[in-house]
């Protein structure tokens, strides 16, 4: 009796553990079909194609990692970048290996390094805050990155600082091929403060879309193995208390020449005015710990708590931005990592795996009434734009028609972009319905098309 017992228990235990993947697994976007776009840099705004797969290939697991092989290729349109940066994302070819149960680094903390440190669910690396450029005490100027030359390396500039006129409208840029984020994914130009205007003749277009109301999707995760989220969470680490935006711990130090740092005497930095004032470098800023204040994080941009994705709850990093959903220090993870750091990129994978398959292709009910659609222009007169106010995991249908019913034209809104849209220039004046459906859901918007 006791065999019997005991073998019903090991089945029950064997099937619950398959059942309960880690959102390490479940949580990437995966496509083997549509291929990505870009704008150029000179020359009409149009998009051209450049038959690289988006998102994620595949995703294979075993009982301790995670594989996941990607292109590093966004489903929204990259480009232009406006500061005459000479590269184009290109095809990253890349494995990464993530631990299913990543563990804190009890030691000396790992500070970030330069280039990937993290993965987006889409594929996509993430950078930290520095962009390879520091001050050279002897020639009173900055040295290093694409100018050549080597810095100090003690006061390091700021990427988000300096390289924002190069930014595409998703706040990303490529380093070489390498197509990255060093901040918050989400467009330019739905920040409560508009900062760049490079959205302004280009599709307002990024990862999701930030929304105050509900807790951020996850993004990504970390080279630690932890995951990384959007802007917002619930204030208090049981999941309690709403949500609430996640506040840096970072301010500003309170310095007039920069001399020191972390109470140490170093060489001497750019000089405080309006050329280089405060937040010029990364070393402007101190973290402070924040005494029972609940939404204030960690020295690593993170913290522990519950999440959708981890009810039981995880350590994880928030992608932090001020109340005007403005990019603040230090912007993703950082200046150090909470767990054990290791270079996630691999030649190959030399274990068994199993290959992970989403379960459903289309969205869920619930979720698809939960998805903000929104048609703009309205009226339109040479595109319409179909924006969706959420991280979009699934492929949408897109259709438009015409006042009798008639289907004029047709697209998709493929997961991981926020917009799809319509050329309306040889459409006749008149109103026109925007279909979204997945499946058998689907919600219709009215809009007017409008000629001179």
């Known amino acids: 009796m006791q065999k019997i017992t005991l073998i019903v228990v090991t089945l029950f235990v064997t099937a619950f553990t398959k059942a309960q993947l880690s959102p390490a697994i479940t949580s990437w976007l995966q496509n083997t079909t549509v291929t990505g776009t870009y704008y150029p840099k000179t020359g009409p705004v149009v998009v051209t194609p450049n038959n690289i797969l988006v998102n994620c290939q595949s995703v294979q697991y075993t009982n301790d990692n995670v594989y996941v092989a990607t292109k590093g290729m966004p489903a929204y349109t990259v480009g232009p970048y406006l500061d005459m940066n000479p590269n184009q994302a290109g095809d990253q070819n890349a494995i990464f290996k993530f631990p299913l149960a990543p563990t804190q680094n009890t030691g000396t903390p790992t500070g970030t390094p330069m280039g990937n440190i993290g993965v987006f ?41 300096y390289e924002r006129a190069g930014f595409d409208c998703a706040k990303g840029h490529p380093a070489g091929t390498n197509y990255h984020h060093h901040q918050n994914p989400s467009a330019f130009k739905f920040d409560l403060n508009v900062i760049s205007n490079v959205c302004n003749p280009y599709d307002a277009n990024g990862l999701y879309v930030i929304d105050s109301t509900q807790h951020s999707p996850l993004l990504g995760f970390a080279y630690d193995g932890f995951p990384i989220y959007g802007a917002y969470g619930y204030k208090n680490a049981d999941g309690t208390g709403g949500v609430v935006r996640m506040k840096s711990g970072f301010q500003l130090r309170n310095i007039s020449v920069r001399n020191t740092i972390n109470g140490a005497s170093v060489s001497a930095g750019p000089p405080i005015n309006t050329t280089y004032p405060l937040g010029s470098c990364i070393q402007d800023y101190e973290w402070i710990a924040h005494t029972g204040q609940a939404d204030y994080l960690d020295i690593h941009n993170g913290r522990f708590c519950i999440t959708p994705e981890y009810p039981n709850g995880t350590y994880c990093y928030f992608a932090t931005v001020n109340e005007n959903w403005n990019s603040v220090y230090p912007y993703l993870i950082g200046p150090t990592f909470y767990g054990v750091f290791a270079n996630r990129k691999v030649a ?7 290959t992970y398959t989403p379960s459903t292709t289309v969205i869920s009910e619930a979720e698809f009434y939960h998805l903000k659609i929104t048609v703009y222009p309205n009226p339109a007169t040479d595109l319409v734009l179909v924006q969706v106010g959420d991280l979009v995991k699934y492929d949408l ?49 009215r809009v007017l098309i409008q000629h001179e």
């Open 121 to 161: 669910i889409n594929g996509v690396a993430a950078f930290d805050a520095k962009d390879g450029v520091s001050w050279k005490a002897s020639t009173s100027a900055w040295a290093g990155g694409p100018g050549g030359g080597t810095g100090d390396g003690v006061w390091q500039r700021d990427a988000i600082v």
């Open 348 to 354: 190959s994978i030399s274990e068994p795996t199993t």
């Open 397 to 445: 249908d897109v259709q438009l028609f015409d006042a009798l019913g008639r289907l004029v034209k047709q697209t998709q809104l493929i997961k991981g972009n926020t917009i799809a849209y319509f050329d309306a220039e040889t459409l006749y004046s008149g109103t026109y319905f925007v279909k979204v459906s997945s499946g058998k859901v689907n919600a219709t918007k």
